[in-house]
């Protein structure tokens, strides 16, 4: 059987489906042996006390450092988790029916959920929310022991998961992972940013695939066009194995290839550079070659800790990076939360009707002052770790939208500096740049720029917001393009500015290490590139084929078409004479 949904990840995989329901809430049948029902009545009541720990550390540090009003969804939580109408039933079915305490969570889950669902009051619907959440950190726990089975699956894992979070996405790397099929996301959630970092081939958008596979199914993964086989003929398997040949070969020439010096044919210089979550990331871009790390996302801090990382904490994780990046030159971006990717403890409870449009990025740290200033004081002392093993730490702010919130960043970086100084720590001041990703910043990009040292521009949101399309909406998804003739024109003028002004400008969006938009970056005037460490070899061999001129005269042309599917067409023409292997690295 053959399903369709988004090619988000290029290339192919063949392996056994991994359900990751299991992982986080086991599959209803899941029964345990009668000798066993004293182990996992254990497992659960271990579970309960961690979970418990958990909350009570949550609710102290975010209370302290948020709020109390924030602090008080966490006694929500742990009152559920006393409730002996929640707690005593799962024991209550692992002795008499000897359910798995995951399966057993999942029973008690569904039972909530149909029993809110009656609710008339919209804010008791809503405190489902808690409930789950209270639910998911068990299942975290009691899954630790069903994680094991993934090791005694045959060869590389397909992991099938309905969405994947952020936060799960990053644990994915304890397991070997060939290729990933969830039934929400899109290309540019940040769960597919992560399976391309890894240069994992992922297929998002395909709606029901957890009812038609089962773990240990045979599937195929082409990331390319977006197409997902389950149990394929001979035939099929025969021609995706010689693909599945001809991309494990290109990953091995890239191995090659990242040596190789980041010019063009004609010798011009180019920055390649980066994007990273971690410092295990920054390892990776340094074997890839990377001229250093062009956006650290720090999010992933947060969205990975159970609560609110301190000063210290982030201080610690910020060096460990510079530590690991190619030739320690970091630039880092502020807190990014929002949008698809939320942190309980940051009051994002209750879901925002639009969320992209609404309370995200450096709206919420203006909103957490003394956060965001615990973050800003982290920084300036990971700057000077950083100046003291030669390299250099950068900041940037995410989502600038107005010239004010320019001024008040700058104010606030300041006085950070301040503060250390007064506590006698070390810093050093770094130079500032801003997220160019919303419209009315690129429509005034002339009245920011002298409040900034440089810009990159995040072209996954800066698309969505010019195109009205929603990033992670399979339903707009032919809308959400980023050869698009209105994202071109606004990049041209947006080199051109920066350009004038000599101010640098990187492009740190995912059509950085996309081969068919580089060309057409390249020939708009930009020079610096960042992008996921999978594709720098590729890019950089790409680079070594083409020269600038040769680059300019395709962008000219590409400005003269009137559709997406028109530059599409004509780059992919491009790409042919040059590197047609590198289709292979393409998403339709
Ligand atoms: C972007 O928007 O292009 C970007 C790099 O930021 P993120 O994908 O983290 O939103
Ligand atoms: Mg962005």
Not at 544 to 554: E, G, P, S
């Amino acid at each position: 059987m053959m399903r369709k949904g988004l090619a988000v990840s290029p290339g192919v995989a063949i392996g056994t489906a991994y359900c990751i329901q299991e992982v986080f809430v086991a599959a209803d049948r899941h029964v345990v042996p009668k000798d066993d029902v004293a182990a996992e009545l254990a497992r659960y009541r271990a579970a309960c006390e961690a979970t418990a720990r958990d909350l009570e550390s949550l609710q102290e540090k975010v209370t302290a450092q948020v709020g109390r009003q924030t602090g008080a969804i966490f006694a929500v939580h742990r009152a559920i988790l006393r409730d002996p109408a929640f707690t005593q039933r799962v024991p209550h079915w692992i002795t008499t029916e000897q359910l798995s305490a995951a399966a057993a969570l999942k029973r008690l889950l569904g039972e909530y959920q149909a029993l809110f669902e009656q609710a008339q009051d919209e804010h008791l619907r809503e405190r489902i929310n808690d409930v789950r959440d209270v639910v998911i950190r068990l299942s975290a726990y009691v899954s630790e022991a069903l994680r094991p089975e993934s090791h005694a699956l045959p060869g590389p894992l397909i992991v099938i998961a309905d969405e994947l979070l952020p936060s799960q996405a990053v644990t994915l790397g304890q397991i070997e992972v060939a290729g990933i099929v969830t039934e929400r996301g899109s290309q540019t959630s940040h769960a597919a940013i992560i399976a391309r970092s890894r240069g994992i081939p992922a297929v998002s958008g395909v709606a029901h695939i957890l009812h038609q596979v089962t773990t240990g199914d045979l599937v195929i993964v082409d990331g390319r066009h977006g197409h997902v086989f389950i149990h394929p003929d001979e035939g099929t398997l025969a021609a995706y194995r010689k693909l599945e040949r001809e991309y494990q070969l290109l990953r091995r020439q890239w191995v090659a290839a990242r040596e190789l010096p980041s010019t063009t044919a004609d010798g011009t210089p180019l920055e390649l550079l980066a994007n990273v979550n971690n410092a295990q990331e920054a390892n990776l871009a340094q074997d890839q070659g990377a001229g250093g790390v062009g956006l650290y996302r720090t999010e992933y801090l947060y969205l990975t800790h159970p609560a609110l990382p301190d000063e210290e904490e982030q201080y610690r994780e910020y060096c460990r990076v510079i530590e690991a990046s190619p030739r320690h030159l970091v630039t880092l971006r502020t807190l990014d939360i929002g949008g698809d990717k939320t942190v309980p403890y940051l009051g994002h409870q209750h879901p925002e009707a639009n969320p992209f449009l609404g309370w995200r990025s450096i709206r919420l740290s203006f909103e957490h002052p003394e956060l965001f200033a615990t973050q800003l004081r982290a920084v300036l002392r990971a700057a000077h770790h950083a100046r003291q093993l030669g390299g250099e730490l950068r900041v940037l702010f995410p989502m600038i939208t107005t010239v004010e919130e320019l001024r008040k960043v700058r104010r606030m970086l300041y006085r950070a500096g301040q503060q250390l100084a007064e506590r006698g720590v070390e810093y050093l001041p770094v130079s500032c740049g801003m997220m160019l990703e919303v419209p009315a910043a690129a429509a005034t990009l002339d009245l920011l720029l002298p409040l900034v040292d440089f810009v990159c521009v995040g072209s996954n949101d800066l698309v969505q917001y010019l195109m009205a399309a929603d990033r992670d909406n399979p339903k707009v998804s032919h809308l959400y393009q980023p050869l698009a003739p209105a994202v071109l024109r606004v990049l041209q003028q947006s080199i051109q500015i920066c350009r004038q002004a000599k101010k640098p400008i990187t492009v740190c969006g995912e059509m950085a290490g996309q081969p068919r938009a580089f060309l057409v970056l390249l020939g708009l005037g930009l020079r610096s590139f960042s992008m996921s460490p999978a594709f720098l070899p590729s890019i950089k061999q790409l680079a070594q084929h083409v020269t600038v001129n040769q680059c300019r005269a395709w962008a000219d042309h590409a400005l003269t078409l009137r559709s997406a599917r028109g530059v599409r067409r004509f780059l992919t023409q491009c790409l042919e004479e040059l590197a047609p292997e590198l289709n292979l690295l393409e998403t339709d």
